[in-house]
């Protein structure tokens, strides 16, 4: 409660006297020409509890009258609109705002040290130009993507309508519409936007819109980095027939020097080569779901490797451009998987029976030269077998059965096979 002039002059020059408000675009109106009073140490701020200059004013038409809640010290020291305690340049609650901007600003809440804070906040905003902000939230680093997505970049005047007339919800209200008030239906008192409270939304404890917009963020669609660090490559969809490869360099240059740029104009689209991932990473954060070039928006996702795209290319018969591939006729099929090796079981690299006894092949040597080979017959055998349990002679290999056939020269059905056996044993 504000304290009369003439009974207490304690702590005076502490109050504040203003000769303008802080106030947002959306609380100021859409009307460039408005009239405002001015009440000075009207009321107490409803966060410090000082008094300060009120300031009184109806935004538009069909509009309800708003006023100034908080001091301007409290204002800056979070930097948001005297009136709806949203942050003055993304348009956002305070919890949003610091939460993206990683921010921890703990306000003293006890009478003693609220006022011990607030007399050194105003002394840091002395010495400063008032052109940036104070504290914790002046140390912060640069705006996070989340805030980008999340800003609003437009007044919404929406939110200066007249409150809903309780007379006409009870069927009573007679002025018909000659009534300030809105005649709706009112929202669902289980809404959990219907209780708000100005000093969580100052503090940035339990507000119902910024658990709302935390919760959209958390379903926006963002774009992961691969986990092959090899990755360097970003595709760019969407290109059209305005979008040349200089458009592109002009726009991704500043992220890293960039490799090459090449241009699919029958796919419209484009795959960019940065020379580091850092350099890829940055361009992929900052342009991603954000990039329009001559009027166009354009899709951003990394590129993949070639042993993935070699995988991926064709599955199932279907290419990776979505078309099916037919069979190509007279193709053998694939190879059978070689047998399991047994460390333990000796190797058998000519195949034989293990059950019988080996034969040792005795290849005899040719001939001196000078010396005439015998004649069929009556020479040596080219191969002896050891032992009298040598297993018998194998077959000729035109005499052989056929067996499974992998290759098609493995065929004796192909090319005159039989044609070319019966003219040998005619000759």
Not at 132 to 137: F, I, P, T
Not at 391 to 418: F, L, N, T, V
Request: proline residues 11%.
């Amino acid at each position: 409660m504000a304290t009369s002039l003439g009974s207490n002059t304690y702590n005076r020059q502490n109050w504040e006297d203003a000769d303008f408000p802080i106030l947002c675009q959306t609380c100021l109106g859409e009307n460039p020409y408005i009239r405002m009073t001015k009440e000075k140490y009207g009321k107490e701020c409803k966060i410090c509890a000082r008094p300060f200059t009120v300031f009184r004013w109806c935004p538009g038409t069909r509009m309800r009258f708003k006023k100034t809640e908080v001091c301007q010290t409290c204002s800056k020291m979070k930097n948001v609109c005297q009136t709806c305690l949203l942050d003055l340049e993304y348009g956002l609650p305070i919890q949003v705002r610091d939460t993206g901007l990683s921010v921890k600003d703990e306000v003293p809440k006890s009478d003693v040290n609220k006022e011990f804070y607030t007399q050194n906040m105003e002394r840091e905003i002395a010495n400063t130009d008032g052109t940036r902000a104070v504290g914790q939230l002046g140390k912060a680093t640069s705006s996070s993507d989340m805030l980008l997505k999340l800003a609003r970049t437009t007044p919404y005047y929406k939110r200066n309508r007249p409150h809903i007339c309780s007379f006409w919800v009870k069927g009573e209200c007679k002025r018909g519409e000659e009534c300030p008030y809105r005649h709706e239906k009112p929202t669902d008192p289980d809404d959990p936007l219907a209780d708000q409270n100005i000093k969580d939304r100052y503090y940035g404890i339990n507000d119902p819109v910024a658990d709302k917009l935390l919760k959209r963020a958390s379903t926006m669609p963002r774009l992961d980095p691969p986990e092959d660090k090899s990755i360097t490559t970003l595709y760019i969809g969407g290109l059209g027939d305005t979008v040349t490869d200089g458009d592109l360099k002009s726009h991704f240059y500043q992220f890293g020097e960039i490799r090459t740029i090449t241009i699919v104009q029958r796919q419209q689209c484009a795959f960019i080569q940065f020379a580091t991932r850092q350099s890829a990473e940055m361009a992929a954060e900052k342009s991603f779901n954000k990039l329009i070039i001559n009027g166009r928006r354009l899709t951003v996702k990394w590129g993949r490797s070639q042993a993935a795209r070699g995988k991926e290319g064709i599955k199932d018969g279907v290419s990776e451009m979505g078309t099916r591939l037919d069979p190509v006729p007279g193709l053998p099929g694939a190879l059978p998987p070689p047998p399991a090796l047994d460390e333990e079981a000796p190797a058998n690299y000519f195949n034989l029976d293990p059950s019988t006894s080996p034969a040792v092949m005795n290849i005899t040597l040719p001939p001196p030269p000078g010396i005439n080979p015998p004649p069929p017959g009556f020479g040596p055998p080219m191969f002896h077998p050891m032992g009298p349990m040598a297993p018998p002679m194998p077959p000729p290999m035109s005499m052989r059965p056929p067996g499974h056939i992998h290759y098609p020269s493995q065929d004796p059905q192909r090319m005159g096979a039989h044609a070319a056996h019966g003219s040998r044993h005619g000759d």
